[in-house]
Every structure is written in C-alpha cells, then in structure tokens.
C-alpha cells in the first residue's frame, strides 16, 4: 500500500476537486442511509434544517445517530460537508458542543461558512459547532484533549484511512469512560486484496481500504473498545463496470456499529435489565442495536458486557438493574459467536439494499 502521506493526499483530491456532489460517487454508499428501525422524528427534523449546500456535498453511507445527545460533547471524524455535524448542533442542544474534524481545507472552509445560518436557524445565542483540520489518526494534534468528548461519530470516511487501529485508538484516548464510539463504515465481504488498495479510485470509493467486517471485532478488542454491536446493515451496489470488475467476488455493504470505552474492571456480570421509557424519542422501547430491543417496564436478561455498557454510560439513568450471578448468564460456549455482527446478514434478513438510485454508471 502506499505511504500513509500519499494516501490521504489522494483522498484529499478526490474530495476536495474531484468530486462536487454525492451523485458523483460511483457506488449507492451514499444513498445507503436504511436503517432497521424507524428514524427518530427528532433526527429527520434536524437533518431538514440543514442549508442545502452542505446536504449537497454529504458523501457519509448511513446515519449514525444515536439516541439521547442532548448536552452531549460530540467529535465527527471526517465531518466532510458539515452535514451531520450541523444535524448534532441541533441535537445537543445549545449547552451542548459538536466539533467536525477533517483533513480537506476545502471542505473544512466549506463548512464554516454555514456557521452563522445554523446557529440562526436554532435561535442559539452562539454557535455551539467548530470545524478543525486534522487527521484522525493524530487527535492530539488537532486540539482534542484525552478523555474530553462522550460521543465519536463518524461517517463512512475511516475506510478512506489507511492505518484503521490509529483511528480507533486515538478514538478510545479522547473518549471519556463511558463514551462511545457510533459510526456508519463501508465494509468488505472478505479481505481486500493487496493491489486493490493501490487503485487511487478504489480508494476514493471507500473500495479499496474498507474492513474485512470480522476483522472490526478484534481490532475494537485490541485497542481497549467493548465489543462492536451492530445497529444497521446496507449492501452497496456498484454501479460502475469497470470498478465492479476489479473487485472480483468482493461485495460491500454499509454497516452501523457501536462500541463503548468501559471502565477499568466494569464486566463482573450479567444483569436482568428493566427500560424505565426515559430516553427521548423511545418512550415505549428502546432498539440499542440489532441484538438489543428493550420495551418499557419488561425485563431482559442482558451478558456481563452488556450489562457493564448499561450501567457505566449515558444510558445508566435509564435502566433499572438486577445483577446476576454466572450460572444464570452463561451460555455454555467457549469461543464468542459474531454472526449476528455481520452487516451482510443483516441486510438480507432486513433487504436493505440499494437498488436504485440517482448515480450514473460512468
């Protein structure tokens, strides 16, 4: 693969010249914004306000946005446009504190010039959204302080990253503890091969640099993250011939995941878990993940891992718990089954997938 430099100066010029709008993109990646449950009305109202020049320039493939941001301090690695950012600015609240990170000057002084109409749009006395330059991979760099932010969004821009364990450990470092990690990514069906990832277009595409799904399990794993849960599944359609020729068998698809920076010590047990219905949005039930449904006043036995995700996050306030000792919660298997992670999977069981859309096959 090329050097990490180069990389990102082709990424910049894919972005930043080459390409004006989503409809330019030669896969639906962008048009991938499905999901398994219903969108939030608070999300579709916030996504409307956006200016439409910035929705122009959105490039993300899903919509990671997860419930109860209000107050919230809030990081978007690749903010891009400034689309989902200025989304969150209305999301958090004006106490509430959104920065967008990206390594593209253009898109960077892009989104700047939205400030003003946003924070007029919310009758917010100042703006409560800042845009920097950086790279994901160097946070610290960039001004972002160790344990300082409660939610990492992202969307569909660390497949354009080439060292992928960087992004997620600077990702954990600046996270509070109990902070997570929720972000919409471009993932292979199997390992990319070597050439692949020296195709500039391929890589521009999200192609070429995108994550064999499994090897995102232990890749979270190894740098501190609970275990990735999935929230949503796409497959991605490639329109353009001569790209759907060079990645052979390979197939794509947009996947929604969730991970969480536990305390120290935190997974002791499971736990049988009761929703009190006191997340915005989610009076009557609350979809966590694909896995994870919880209706208001019922009971759900949930693993240790889980348990300890409940209890040390922004979610604590919303859960009665009864802890449980390991004869109750043990499953009997040695070896951790990931099937249900899988976004393929799930975007056949769901049928979300993009099958049509506005993208010439160029």
Request: hydrophobic share 35%.
């Amino acid at each position: 693969m090329e050097a990490g430099d180069d990389v990102r100066e082709n990424v910049k010029k894919y972005y930043g010249s080459r390409l004006d709008t989503s409809a330019d993109l030669q896969t639906s990646a962008a048009s991938c914004t499905l999901s398994c449950k219903p969108v939030p009305k608070s999300v579709t109202e916030a996504l409307k306000l956006v200016h439409p020049e910035v929705t122009k320039r959105f490039f993300g493939c899903g919509l990671p946005f997860p419930s109860k941001l209000q107050d919230c301090k809030v990081l978007d690695l690749g903010s891009g446009s400034g689309r989902d950012c200025y989304a969150f600015s209305k999301l958090v609240g004006q106490n509430g504190r959104v920065t967008g990170l990206d390594m593209t000057e253009q898109l960077i002084t892009a989104s700047r010039q939205y400030l003003e109409y946003h924070q007029q749009k919310f009758g917010y006395k100042e703006p409560n959204v800042a845009f920097v330059q950086g790279y994901m991979e160097k946070l610290g760099d960039a001004g972002i302080q160790s344990g300082s932010i409660d939610i990492i969004l992202s969307n569909c821009v660390i497949c354009l990253c080439p060292d992928k364990r960087a992004v997620l450990q600077e990702a954990y470092n600046v996270l509070k503890e109990g902070g997570e990690l929720y972000y919409s990514d471009m993932y292979a069906s199997k390992v990319v091969p070597e050439h692949m990832k020296h195709d500039a277009v391929l890589w521009g595409e999200g192609m070429g640099g995108a994550l064999f799904w499994k090897d995102l399990i232990s890749l979270a794993h190894s740098v501190g993250f609970s275990t990735p849960l999935l929230v949503s599944g796409t497959q991605i359609v490639v329109h353009n011939d001569e790209l759907k020729a060079k990645a052979g068998d390979i197939s794509y698809a947009s996947g929604t995941y969730r991970m969480f920076k536990l305390p120290k010590g935190s997974v002791k047990s499971g736990a049988s878990v009761v929703y009190r219905g006191t997340v915005p949005d989610c009076p009557d039930q609350l979809d966590f993940d694909s896995s994870h449904c919880f209706k208001r006043d019922a009971a759900v036995v949930v693993d240790a891992e889980m348990a300890a995700v409940l209890q040390t996050s922004r979610f604590s306030t919303d859960f009665d718990f009864q802890m449980l000792d390991e004869t109750q919660t043990s499953c009997g298997q040695s070896e951790p089954q990931y099937c249900h992670l899988n976004p393929f999977l799930l975007a056949n069981k769901l049928g979300s997938s993009v099958k049509q859309c506005s993208k010439a096959s160029q």
